[in-house]
Nanobody, 123 residues
């Protein structure tokens, strides 16, 4: 089973950028695709985007399309979420998650979750 750890969150002003990292470890890591989700206080967990571990397929939520980019480095077993032009409404805890499905947007399709990293965007 794959294990995931997120890092890179912090405080940034509106219009700024952050890059989040998701480190994968454990057995059969190469069989998983990776999704990014976020959750603000009192709200449902929201799909941000996902990337295929080996196939290069990706998918983004409309709310972040054109601003966020997911990339991967399989040799390092790392997946990144580059966030540009950040807005206060992007403030949330960000999670990466692993799935055996093909870049689904439904969180129920994901098997393993990281602990999350806080992103706060000030106006």
């Amino acid at each position: 089973q794959v294990q995931l750890v997120e890092s890179g969150g912090g405080l940034v002003q509106a219009g700024g950028s952050l890059r989040l990292s998701c480190k994968a470890s454990g057995r059969t890591f190469d069989s998983y695709d990776i999704g990014w989700f976020r959750q603000a206080p009192g709200e449902e967990r929201e799909f941000v985007g996902a990337i295929s571990w080996s196939g290069g397929n990706d998918l983004y939520a409309d709310s972040v399309k054109g601003r966020f980019t997911i990339s991967r480095n399989n040799a390092k077993r790392m997946v990144y979420l580059q966030m540009n032009s950040l807005k206060p409404e992007d403030t949330a805890i960000y999670y990466c998650a692993a799935t055996t499905e093909a870049v689904p947007a439904d969180p129920q399709e994901y098997d393993v979750w990281g602990q999350g990293t806080q992103v706060t965007v000030s106006s």
